[in-house]
């Protein structure tokens, strides 16, 4: 299926490694230029050299700084001649005990997974909604829909996000021009976020990292962990031509772990 999107631009939040690169790789497969973001500039330049091996006639201009931070975000909005598709995203705060967070700790997650998404989302959508094509996918979590006790921090922050993208989704200014805002919720991928939680699981059980590894997926209906490849995938059907009738939806991917019918 031919996406619609070839020669679109395209900017991608965190996009050096896991799934901000899985959907960086699948924009330039359906020929997206892009400007991808990082704060590390080497796991940056090798990714990049990777997008060009896929698609050689895109365009791939890298940022490195901390798109969480005024200066990260401008930098990235300023290397991107005109933004089509964004895709937000962020790494997601430490679990822990909530007892322990205190104001600075609680900010520092809002402003990653809350504020910063939304300060790009209003830097785009008018400038979308004059062209009459608009693509934003937030990559969320599953938590939003089934919060996890020890990720407080991400629960409260991206479920932030998800209640204010219900409304401005909604804003016919945007949906009437084409202009699509959705969420994307990961389950269990195979990224260095999972092993990270789980290298914190493993050290508090006493088990070594890939029993606790091994556990985790048989606890899925798949018997398996995501790849960011897939993900990618998905991310750029949402970000397509053919995706214009979908807005203010969170899509849970996580190969059925959530028990819920709705």
């Given amino acids: 299926m031919d996406l619609g999107i070839s ?6 939040c965190a996009a050096s490694k896991g799934l901000g690169k899985g959907c960086a790789q699948a924009l330039v497969r359906e020929g997206c230029h892009v400007v991808i973001t990082a704060r590390g500039d080497e796991a940056l330049q090798a990714t990049a050299a990777e997008l060009r091996g896929i698609n050689p006639a895109v365009k791939v201009i890298t940022v490195a700084g901390d798109i969480t931070t005024p200066e990260g975000r401008a930098a990235a909005l300023a290397a991107c001649p005109q933004v089509d598709i964004l895709v937000n995203n962020a790494g997601g705060p430490a679990p822990g005990d909530f007892r322990t967070w205190d104001r600075e700790t609680w900010i520092k997650a809002l402003d990653a997974n809350m504020l910063a998404p939304i300060e790009l989302i209003k830097a785009c959508v008018d400038s979308m909604a004059e062209r ?25 922050a991206r479920s932030g996000l998800t209640g204010f993208v219900a409304g401005v989704a909604r804003q016919t200014a945007l949906a009437s021009r084409n202009v699509t ?26 088990q070594p990292i890939e029993a606790v590894l091994a556990s985790r997926r048989k606890l899925n209906p798949t018997q398996r ?6 993900f990618g995938a998905f991310c750029a059907f949402m970000c397509s031509a053919h995706a214009g009738y979908m807005t203010g939806q969170n899509i849970l991917l996580d190969g059925g772990a959530y028990p819920g019918t709705y």
């Fill in 7 to 12: 020669g679109k631009w395209a900017l991608v």
């Fill in 132 to 156: 009459g094509f608009g693509r934003i996918v937030n990559i969320t979590s599953a938590a939003v829909k089934a919060p996890i006790d020890i990720l407080g921090l991400s629960n409260g």
């Fill in 181 to 206: 805002i959705n969420g994307l919720l990961p389950g269990p991928f195979d990224t260095d976020r999972l092993r990270t939680t789980m290298a914190g699981a493993a050290q508090k059980s006493g």
């Fill in 225 to 230: 962990f995501g790849t960011a490849e897939e």
